[in-house]
């Protein structure tokens, strides 16, 4: 495995790990917002595992209640950060799916 390739690689730690840190809640609280989407996570044989970077994202502090705008805009970025690169193809099917273009 090259070094970039290690770099690039999201730091992820396992969910009891995070859960034991207390400032991003209790395991349950964590698994609760997997279960809701809040919380990205990938799981690995019996293990669930959270990117640094997720955790962090929630820790963000939000001055009042966030709007609904600000949420779905919040969603947009970590789905947009989440996912792989598309081809035009998928990016047109997409597009269809979600009501955005023609057939």
């Not at 009891?16 to 996570?41: F, H, M, N, V």
């Not at 600000?70 to 950060?81: F, L, P």
């Amino acid at each position: 495995m090259s070094t970039t390739a290690l770099l690039d690689r999201p730091v992820r730690v396992p969910l009891t790990d995070a859960a034991k840190i207390g400032t991003y809640g209790g395991y349950s609280t964590l698994r609760k917002k997997i279960a809701d989407g809040e919380l990205p996570a990938e799981r690995v044989g019996r293990r669930l595992f959270v990117r640094r970077d997720d955790l962090e994202a929630m820790a963000t502090p939000v001055v009042g209640h966030p709007t609904e705008q600000a949420t779905i805009e919040k969603a947009i970025e970590r789905i947009v950060s989440s996912a792989p690169r598309l081809s035009a193809e998928h990016r047109d099917r997409l597009a269809v799916i979600l009501g955005g273009g023609a057939a």
